[in-house]
């Protein structure tokens, strides 16, 4: 029996690593976990109540791409964060999670033969699989402090950029938390123009932010007159919403680009249950909820800031719930904060690639800011504690 050999690049998956790395070891101390980016905030109080008011619902199938009533409370959403404006019926399509979406994009839009697929580096994972798995090519392109965390990809050779076929991006950055401002933007959306590319623009941390939100790629496409098919950009209520388990994002753009996304899902696509998308539908339509889990991640950010006062590099994000600490070896540092302390983070190397025998990922540990605020404050003193004194 054969297999596709596409695949077999692949490192195996951060947390798998991760389990190798340090369940052989017994922990220092009280174990805290700061590897998984699950949000733990409460989800909005009335979440049971729309379930249930809708559950007669789950007896009937779902529309693929949503209700109407959720089209238009993503719409309006779309409308009043970035003045974006959009119809709902033809430039919006529902989503079972980003994650089906970024990787399901890729198969409706990725022409054959093997273009390039550009994805920062280091990167959501399902970036790189949704290339591989259409037969494209990966071309990581490192998101490193010289560059702002964010990838430059204006650097690559002409010929790279004429073979690209999709741009993948992540503003707010997962892991770092930078933010690309409206210069880049315009800049890849320029650069997209004159290579003929598309951007897949993952914005799923873009309400969790310190000072000012975070500007989209939907906003300035609109404010500069691209092509409304030269982005697609891709929004979750995992971490808006603190409802990680609905799995419930969305996918707007083009019209011509969200009809081919929505033909592949009407196939092989997971509609989202109708009381799901009443609680969905709910949760665009409202703030007041996202703003009071706001208020508490800009008291963990200042938490951040009062523990690593004295250590440089160490500060917290401009936005999204990441620390990037910088460390002499990602691996090493896990392992001696879980031996000595109990404390469970992430060796950056395992969200990245090594390109030229260099993984920019190596000399940084992610941290999750998602736990209470006094547990997540114990963990960072252990953190700072063992590796920094």
């Known amino acids: ?78 409308g009043r964060r970035y003045g974006a404006e959009i119809d709902p019926g033809t430039q919006l399509s529902t989503l079972n999670g980003t994650r089906e979406g970024l990787f399901n994009a890729a198969v409706a839009l990725c022409p054959e033969g093997g273009p390039n697929v550009l994805t920062p580096n280091p990167f959501y994972q399902v970036y790189a699989v949704a290339a591989l798995a259409m037969a494209a090519r990966p071309v990581y392109v490192p998101a490193t402090e010289a560059t702002g965390f964010l990838p430059d990809y204006g650097s690559l050779p002409g010929e790279v950029l004429d073979r690209t076929s999709i741009a993948y991006i992540c503003s707010p950055s997962n892991p770092q938390g930078a933010v690309a401002d409206r210069a880049y933007w315009r800049d890849l959306l320029n650069l997209a123009e004159r290579h003929d590319f598309r951007i897949f623009a993952d914005e799923c941390y873009s309400e969790i932010y310190r000072r000012m939100p975070p500007v989209g790629a939907l906003e300035v496409a609109q404010e500069v007159g691209a092509d409304p098919e030269r982005v697609l950009v891709f929004h979750s209520l995992s971490k808006r919403s603190n409802l990680p388990g609905l799995r419930s994002g969305f996918v707007a753009g083009g019209p011509r680009s969200i009809a081919r996304i929505k033909q592949l899902r009407a196939y092989s696509g997971a509609p989202l249950p109708l009381p799901l998308q009443a609680v969905s539908e709910r949760a665009w339509r409202e703030e ?93 003193e252990q953190v700072r504690d063992c590796i920094y004194r």
């Not at 017994?26 to 008011?53: K, L, N, Q």
């Not at 917290?316 to 990441?322: I, K, L, N, Q």
């Not at 620390?323 to 969200?351: H, I, K, N, Q, S």
């Open 1 to 78: 029996m054969q297999y596709p050999e596409r695949f077999q690049s692949l490192p195996a998956y951060a947390f798998p690593r991760l389990r190798s790395l340090l369940d052989a070891h017994a922990p220092g101390g009280e174990t805290i976990h700061m590897t998984i980016g699950e949000p733990r905030h409460a989800p909005p109080s009335w979440v049971a109540d729309v379930i249930a008011e809708n559950a007669a619902d789950f007896g009937r199938y779902p529309p693929n791409d949503g209700t109407e009533g959720l089209k238009e409370a993503i719409a309006g959403w779309l």
């Open 288 to 380: 007041a909820h996202v703003e009071a889990s706001r208020v508490r991640y800009a008291a963990k950010f200042d938490i951040v800031d009062d523990v690593f006062a004295d250590v440089p590099g160490c500060t917290a994000p401009e936005a999204g719930f990441f620390l990037w600490l910088p460390v002499e070896d990602g691996e090493a540092a896990a392992l001696r904060l879980w031996r000595e302390t109990g404390v469970r983070v992430l060796p950056g190397a395992y969200l990245s690639r090594e390109v030229d025998g260099t993984n920019p990922g190596h000399g940084y540990i992610r941290l999750a800011l998602v736990a209470d605020e006094e547990e997540m404050r114990r963990g960072l």
